[in-house]
């Protein structure tokens, strides 16, 4: 079963404006991940949050981390339309061999 | 793509027939995944390998079988090819950190 749940399924919004994403989650953790998928092709890795952090950033990207309510958030900031894609948030359930996957957030950035 | 090749990359075939889907990596990794992808249900595994020979099964594996002669190579075979196979299929290889994975192009797979 999945561990990883985004809200919403999905997203539209206008080219410039914010983009926020969630995840909750429901066991331990040592890290949890964001990927991005754009259409018809694999998953590629955006940015990774240890457990012992609360915020972090990359680029437009900020994510944050609550392990008390087991959520995290992606915000991407200034959106373009190339940021149209699917976002996964992934869990490591405390482990480090396998990744759980959630359903994702499609992302439709409008010009 | 971290060196990831799928092959084939599409495939149509019938039920009840044998399929096998290939995996490549040139970098030298330990671990090797094997996920499948459908409407609703996200990214799920079937298998996973962290070595030659050594492999385990993931959330989905009933139906498939995973092989691992060589460290390059990661082999998915469907030993009898149902109409619920049909998905995209995705390898992955578990990166130098040790967490994120890096994903191959997808093997887009029908079964009629």
């Not at chain 2, 889907?21 to 409407?39: A, F, I, K, S, V």
Request: glycine share 10%.
């Amino acid at each position: 079963s999945q561990q990883g749940e985004e809200d919403p399924q999905a997203l539209s919004i206008q080219e410039g404006e914010n983009a926020t994403m969630n995840c909750s989650y429901k066991t331990s953790i040592n890290n949890l991940q964001w990927y991005r998928q754009n259409s018809g092709r694999g998953l590629v890795h955006l940015i990774l949050i240890r457990s012992n952090e609360r915020e972090k950033h990359s680029g437009r990207l900020r994510v944050t981390l609550d392990t008390s309510k087991k959520s995290s958030s992606l915000l991407i900031t200034a959106s373009r339309a190339a940021d149209t894609a699917s976002y996964f948030c992934a869990t490591d359930g405390g482990g480090s061999e396998k990744l759980v996957f959630g359903k994702g957030t499609k992302l439709t950035v409008n010009p | 793509d971290a060196g990831i090749t799928q092959s084939p990359r599409h495939k149509v075939t019938e039920t009840g027939t044998p399929v096998t889907l290939r995996c490549h990596q040139t970098e030298n990794h330990r671990y090797m995944y094997w996920y499948r992808q459908d409407p609703g249900h996200g990214l799920r595994l079937i298998h996973y390998s962290y070595g030659v020979k050594d492999t385990d099964k993931g959330e989905v594996s009933d139906g498939y079988s995973v092989s691992r002669s060589k460290t390059e190579d990661f082999l998915l075979t469907l030993e009898s090819a149902t109409s619920s196979q049909t998905s995209v299929y995705f390898c992955a290889i578990r990166g130098p950190s040790g967490a994120e994975q890096f994903f191959g192009p997808g093997t887009r797979l029908t079964v009629l």
